[in-house]
């Protein structure tokens, strides 16, 4: 079927898996201890209070009208107002989607680079030098924890000498961009890790396969080889796991937004988790999982397109 | 596939130097000379960095020191607290009269006060302003619940009735939620608008808030005072993480640091161009039993917890010795703090002696509620519990995500748990209430009670002669320095850390900050 009618098969697909991520997640932080009212009068709220305050909010009524309140919401793209900061959800997402998307645009970047590069090597030169030492980087990369990582590299390149700001996102766009340099190169090292292991040890197998003896035999250079055939096939299982891996860089900036100062959705998340934001943490699942969802749609057309033997139902 | 590769390595290569070879980071200070020959050089903005961003600049709707500590900058009251927070002063009042009974108080308001946006301050906005105060639902309704009626006879005259006399209503007049607002502007934007930031008389305005990001202040031009404030703009950046926040000062990127992990601070003031200073504060952090579980129901089981707590210890590990020994639940930059109490000491023998008397020979084991991620109570839990040992007391952490264990000792399901407290107003009754009075957050989540301390917070409140007024609460911080319900365990500061070239910082033990003159000089 053409791409088209794949693409709109798959958005109808996810109807049902949003209407489950939804109900999934208002249940789920409504079930846990804590409530936005308490933490938002903090200590020295009396009982008395928080009591008028949860009236006020609309967070006495039953679970189930509060839950068809906010569907209806939804369906009119009204996210509704974060508890905490009163303002529209949707105004304060959309800046710092920005920015974790640009966070993520490099972190892919980096990732891609290094590990294609490293991997592609690694796995040409299997079990000498280069592979011994890419090897080894690699493990070193995967056990270091990013918070640490991220904290050497800005004593190092941005206070000892001030080539990068020390974390915050900046005021003008050539400042953004230096400003997410470090922490996208701290998150793509583990991705880096795992994607060039998967890369060595795709050139490996890939280059063990029958076809690779027969296109030598037939005379084809050795650049050709490595362009047409060994490449592309590698490549099927690096982008699952680079699609993979996106997700889990939404989920991990968290951290990374939190060392560098930047704004980002990630750091919006656990605070809202903290304070028990409702509005926000409900926003914020849904458009993850779309994400998640569109990465995936997007990984498998791309599967079409490196191997032909790959139709789109 | 090559060419490809080659393509993307350049483009990353130009990306990487165009980026690395742009002049590095300098604060936003372009020079601005001060007119007036011979004074030094002040920078037009200071950047000020802290942990957490505001989440509602209403003084009426909101809670939270993040929004409350800033309120001073903005929005000015009929009284405010003096920079050491131990009395009250004039403000837009110039002189107030009380009448015989003690219900009518008649000020006499500063002539000529305008607005931040030029407008002037009319009798009808303070009305609006302090009726608002009153009638709003927040945890800070009690500055105003007593107030029957405000009415302004002209524009330079406020005539507020109360429902009783009180002691603390000059304390009340200087609350945050009493402060003069414009209320034209309430009527033009709305209250979503106005959450972002009130319109008031103080030396700055709120100018641009990027949540999460940062809070801009703006010189206020119509500010009262002449040549006031002296710098044109403050920036408060939000940076949750205390190391990046630390490196950020160090690197030059924010000119003031604020909640400087104590354990930083010896090591931030050791650097030439820093200076790190626990500014006093009101700041108290105390070690709560709960009271309804049977092993701490008689009064020497409790003391046992004060004589097995090295208090000294804990100032020296946590706070890096920026703080003090506590003694009083008061804390000692406040009103009326009782400096008669001894601290109880280190004496795990003692310890075991009145344990064994209340009938726990062999130790106890107890269950300690900490809140995760608030660094200075973790580590009250972890020094505690090898302290404790020391007496005999077996300690199990549990440690819980804050939002949980606030609720689970709301719900008075803790054994034991570490809480703390700050002044909003210099006034004792504002703490008394929640020490003593079970209805409001049950004695400090204690569940104690004393009838005769109810009987003296009320009068405290009430009783007008400041001798008087004094006894009262001496004796109540002696009661409930004999009954420990709770041990306060020390008064902590606030850690703040500078640049050595910032002058004039001026943070009252409230936390209130006051800028007039903070300067910074760049010559």
Redesign the interface.
């Given at each position: 079927m053409s791409t088209l009618n794949y693409v709109i098969k798959r958005i109808l697909q996810i109807i049902p898996v949003m209407i489950i991520v939804t109900v999934l997640i208002f249940f789920m932080i409504r079930l846990?201890?804590?409530?936005p009212v308490?933490?938002?009068?903090?200590?020295?709220?009396?009982?008395?209070?928080v009591k008028?305050?949860t009236i006020?909010m609309g967070l006495d009524k039953p679970i189930y009208i509060q839950y068809l309140l906010f569907m209806k919401g939804l369906l009119t793209f009204d996210l509704g107002n974060s508890l905490?900061?009163?303002?529209p959800v949707s105004e304060?997402i959309s800046?710092?989607f920005v920015i974790t998307i640009v966070l993520t645009f490099f972190t892919v970047?980096f990732s891609v680079?290094i590990s294609?590069f490293t991997g592609y090597t690694a796995g040409l030169k299997k079990d000498k030098l280069p592979d011994q030492i890419i090897r080894m980087g690699a493990l070193v990369a995967l056990s270091m924890p990013q918070?640490w990582v991220g904290?050497i590299l800005?004593?190092a390149f941005?206070?000892k000498i001030?080539?990068?700001?020390?974390?915050?996102?900046g005021s003008t766009w050539?400042e953004h961009?230096?400003a997410v340099?470090l922490p996208a190169f701290t998150q793509s090292l583990m991705t880096a890790a795992l994607l060039a292991r998967n890369l060595r040890n795709g050139v490996v197998d890939t280059l063990k396969m029958d076809f690779v003896d027969f296109a030598r035999s037939k005379g084809l250079d050795d650049?050709s080889i490595?362009?047409?055939h060994i490449?592309r096939n590698a490549l099927i299982s690096y982008i699952t796991l680079l699609s993979m891996r996106m997700a889990y860089m939404l989920g991990g900036s968290i951290i990374i937004e939190?060392?560098?100062?930047l704004?980002g959705i990630g750091?919006?998340m656990i605070?809202s988790i903290?304070?028990?934001d409702y509005a926000v943490i409900q926003a914020v699942v849904i458009i993850f999982a779309a994400i998640v969802i569109t990465v995936n749609i997007l990984t498998d057309i791309a599967y079409s397109f490196l191997d032909p033997r790959v139709t789109l139902e | 596939m090559k060419k490809v590769l080659g393509y993307l390595l350049i483009v990353a290569l130009v990306v990487g130097l165009s980026v690395g070879c742009s002049p590095s980071t300098t604060p936003e200070t372009p020079p601005e000379t001060d007119a007036g020959s011979g004074e030094r050089q002040i920078a037009k903005q200071i950047v000020i960095g802290r942990i957490q961003d505001s989440d509602d600049l209403d003084p009426v709707t909101q809670d939270g020191n993040v929004n409350i500590w800033m309120f001073n900058l903005v929005l000015e009251g009929l009284l405010k607290t003096n920079d050491e927070g131990t009395a009250m002063e004039p403000q837009l009042a110039e002189s107030w009269k009380v009448s015989d009974d003690g219900m009518t108080y008649t000020f006499k308001l500063r002539p000529g006060i305008k607005f931040s946006d030029g407008t002037a301050v009319t009798g009808e906005d303070w009305v609006w302003s302090l009726k608002r105060a009153a009638a709003e639902d927040s945890t800070w309704r009690f500055a105003a619940a007593d107030i029957v009626d405000v009415t302004a006879p002209d524009d330079l005259t406020l005539v507020v009735t109360i429902t009783e006399p009180l002691a603390s209503m000059e304390a009340n007049f200087a609350m945050f939620n009493m402060t003069v607002q414009s209320k034209a502007y309430y009527d033009k934007v709305g209250q979503e608008v106005y959450s972002a930031g009130p319109i008031g008389t103080g030396p700055y305005v709120f100018s641009e808030w990027k949540r999460g990001e940062y809070i801009n202040l703006v010189k206020n031009a119509y500010y009262h005072e002449e040549g006031l404030p002296k710098t044109e703009e403050i920036k408060f950046v939000v940076i949750p993480d205390d190391n990046t926040r630390a490196l950020q000062l160090e690197a030059g990127q924010i000119d003031i640091a604020t909640f400087v992990p104590f354990t930083k601070m010896t090591e931030l003031d050791a650097k030439d161009n820093i200076v790190a200073s626990g500014i006093p504060s009101t700041e108290s952090r105390y070690i709560v039993l709960n009271n309804n579980n049977p092993k701490f129901a008689n009064q020497k089981a409790r003391l046992a917890f004060q004589y097995a707590t090295d208090k000294k210890q804990m100032v020296d590990f946590i706070l890096s010795g920026y703080g003090e020994v506590a003694t009083s639940y008061a804390p000692k930059s406040g009103m009326f703090f009782n400096s008669e109490l001894k601290d109880y000491g280190f004496d795990p023998e003692k310890a075991k002696a009145l344990l064994a008397e209340a009938g726990y020979p062999d130790g106890m084991d107890v269950e300690l509620l900490v809140r995760a991620g608030n660094v200075v109570y973790e580590q009250m839990a972890v020094i505690l519990k090898e302290q404790w040992a020391k007496s005999g007391i077996n300690v199990s952490i549990l440690s819980l995500e804050s939002a949980t264990a606030v609720q689970m000792y709301r719900d008075m399901k803790h054994e034991i748990t570490l809480s703390g407290w700050t002044n909003d107003m210099s006034d004792p009754s504002q703490q008394a209430v929640y020490v003593f009075d079970i209805k409001a957050s049950h004695n400090y989540y204690t569940d104690w009670e004393s009838e005769r301390a109810v009987e003296l917070m009320n009068a405290g409140v009430r009783e007008l002669d400041p001798i008087k007024r004094e006894a009262i609460y001496m004796e109540l911080q002696q009661i409930h320095f004999d009954e420990v319900p709770m041990i306060p365990v020390f008064y902590s500061s606030y850690p703040v850390a500078m640049s050595t070239s910032i002058e004039g910082f001026v943070q009252t033990p409230l936390g209130n900050y006051r800028f007039e003159n903070l300067v910074k000089y760049i010559d």
């Open positions: 846990i201890p804590g409530d308490t933490v938002l009068l903090g200590d020295k709220a009396t009982p008395e209070m008028l305050l006020k905490h900061y009163k303002i304060l800046k710092r970047i680079i294609f918070f904290l800005l004593i941005a206070v001030s080539i990068f700001p020390v974390g915050g996102w050539p961009i230096r340099i650049s490595k362009r047409d490449i939190t060392v560098f100062a704004p750091a919006l605070e903290y304070s028990r | -």
